[in-house]
């Protein structure tokens, strides 16, 4: 026999814990991804920095030297409390000045084959500077792996992820490496407490949100976007994601997960699911 609540209604909770207020609603979020490029309106984003309310952590997404006055965006980030990670490519990632250096972390994207000059530089400017740094490896193939554990052992990568991008083609390398047999789920370490959240919210989209240079705000980028940061407050696009959004609340309670006795063993649906075109990715229930 396994532990289950019943929670047929994820608006219930919200409404049991008043999760109405405004200050209950902004306090589920932890996370804020601001996307950025050429064309990204800094005069418009400041309200919207200004008005998000506790310590979230901020992620910079893009290159953010494309940004008008982007030195701008690094002082009003450099005053926060808040945990803030630069998320760009190895080939576009600038030296920051000294004043904001222990203040920010580096989260490195790699894509193969990689470009050996353009790699280096971005070494060197590593090495001039003294901020966190996390490799994010786009692996494609068993090759692309390959590749990565080269560069983490020769440059002595100490942080590092290898994230599967599904190419539409490379199916067969995600069954090897990605979909989930009985022995990888049983062998996961959980709390009691983890397995009753994915009973009701999805443990890796919730309290995130991702904002775009247009503006638009999603949960998921897979998803409807719930509003746009130039038109709409925080308040209304949090609240919009708990009333109709497809991402916080999305768990494994369709076919044929619900049928499946690992069904809330299993991590939480992904965005994986969605660009393969499969409920799970999974080889207990297919």
């Not at 790699?110 to 590593?126: A, K, M, Y």
């Not at 983490?152 to 047999?181: A, S």
């Not at 499969?278 to 080889?283: A, F, I, Q, Y």
């Amino acid at each position: 026999m396994l532990p289950y609540f019943n929670f047929s209604d994820k608006l219930e909770i919200y409404k049991e814990h008043n999760f109405s207020s405004l200050k209950n609603v902004l306090k589920n979020l932890s996370e804020i991804s601001i996307h950025v490029d050429v064309t990204s309106d800094t005069i418009k984003l400041f309200p919207f920095l200004k008005s998000i309310p506790g310590s979230p952590t901020f992620n910079i997404v893009g290159n953010i030297e494309e940004v008008t006055s982007y030195g701008e965006i690094l002082s009003y980030f450099d005053q926060l409390p808040s945990p803030k990670n630069i998320l760009c490519s190895y080939k576009n990632m600038i030296p920051l000045q000294p004043a904001f250096e222990n203040n920010f972390s580096y989260k490195i994207s790699v894509r193969f084959p990689i470009d050996v000059q353009q790699w280096n530089n971005s070494r060197q400017t590593l090495l001039n500077q003294t901020l966190p740094v996390e490799y994010v490896f786009d692996v494609t193939s068993d090759e692309d792996c390959l590749q990565a554990e080269q560069l983490v052992e020769q440059f002595q990568i100490k942080k590092y992820q290898l994230n599967p991008v599904y190419t539409g083609d490379n199916t067969c390398f995600f069954e090897e490496n990605v979909f989930l047999n009985r022995e990888d789920i049983l062998s996961t370490s959980m709390t009691i407490k983890d397995f009753f959240a994915r009973q009701a919210i999805n443990i890796c989209d919730f309290g995130k949100i991702n904002t775009m240079p247009t503006g638009d705000a999603y949960a998921s980028l897979n998803h409807p976007a719930l509003g746009n940061i130039y038109t709409d407050n925080i308040y209304e696009i949090v609240n919009k994601e708990v009333e109709e959004g497809k991402s916080w609340f999305r768990i494994r309670n369709q076919a044929p997960c619900n049928a499946c006795v690992y069904q809330w063993l299993c991590p939480p649906p992904s965005n994986y699911e969605i660009t393969i075109g499969r409920p799970n990715l999974c080889h207990v229930k297919s």
